[in-house]
């Protein structure tokens, strides 16, 4: 109940395509599903994030779409670019409480 | 600025010691958070503090140690109790109140030689 399970476990897109990536998960006391990014040797960063009252939410080539009957949601980058490689997490918490992470999703951008 | 800082970046233990690692944040930040990542694989929560003096274990607390005496410090503890320590470590930390992602820092890399 407490997992967000996430897929593809790797990507690979050509440059300019649209990159992907999908969760799901069960526990609908969820409130916050952030999307982080990871740059090979550096902490993982904040890039967008959601609540389940919207189902879209957008910033610049990065979109959520939020689907709460089927308890899914994905993120899909816009025009990919080579600086775009790297590993992406989606996670989802509820209020305050630590936030569970998926497994992981490894981007690669091919010029 | 505000951030997290952890530190050393990198760190080599012999078999057998015991090491800490650091993690500061100046951000206000009420809860914080220790992950482990081994090469490839996701993040797995090693421990966890949403207030000064107290703390919670994770789901790989064995071999682990850590203290929260201040609101602004979290340091680890590998102990020589964990068996296969060599992993990137990773601090993080919340507003506890409200919503609202992690502020990760830019991690430790620890390796057993």
């Known amino acids: 109940q407490q997992q967000v399970k996430q897929s593809p476990q790797s990507l690979i897109v050509q440059k300019g395509g649209i990159s992907i990536i999908n969760c799901a998960y069960e526990?609908?006391?969820?409130?916050?599903f952030p999307w982080y990014q990871q740059f090979p040797g550096k902490g993982p960063a904040l890039l967008i994030a959601?609540?389940?009252?919207?189902s879209e939410k957008k910033e610049g080539r990065f979109t959520i779409s939020f689907n709460k009957s089927a308890k899914q949601f994905s993120l899909h980058i816009m025009d990919s670019q080579p600086g775009d490689s790297a590993t992406y997490f989606c996670?989802?918490?509820?209020?305050?409480?630590?936030?569970?992470f998926g497994s992981g999703t490894r981007l690669s951008i091919r010029p | 600025d505000g951030g997290i800082t952890q530190s050393p970046k990198y760190l080599f233990r012999k078999e057998g010691q015991n090491v800490t690692l650091s993690c500061e944040q100046n951000l206000n930040h009420d809860a914080m958070y220790w992950y482990r990542q081994d090469p490839g694989q996701g993040l797995r929560l090693i421990y966890y503090?949403?207030?000064?003096?107290?703390?919670q274990k994770g789901d790989i607390a064995e071999g682990y140690s850590v203290s929260r005496e201040k609101k602004e410090s979290f340091p680890l503890t590998v102990t020589s109790a964990q068996k296969n320590p060599t992993a990137f470590y990773l601090c993080?930390?919340?507003?506890?109140?409200?919503?609202?992602?992690?502020?990760f820092g830019s991690g430790t890399r620890l390796t057993v030689v």
């Open positions: 526990n609908t006391a969820f409130d916050y």
């Open positions: 993080a930390s919340r507003m506890d109140r409200g919503q609202g992602g992690y502020t």
């Open positions: 959601i609540r389940p009252d919207v």
């Open positions: 503090s949403q207030i000064v003096n107290d703390f």
């Open positions: 996670a989802a918490s509820i209020g305050a409480s630590k936030i569970i």
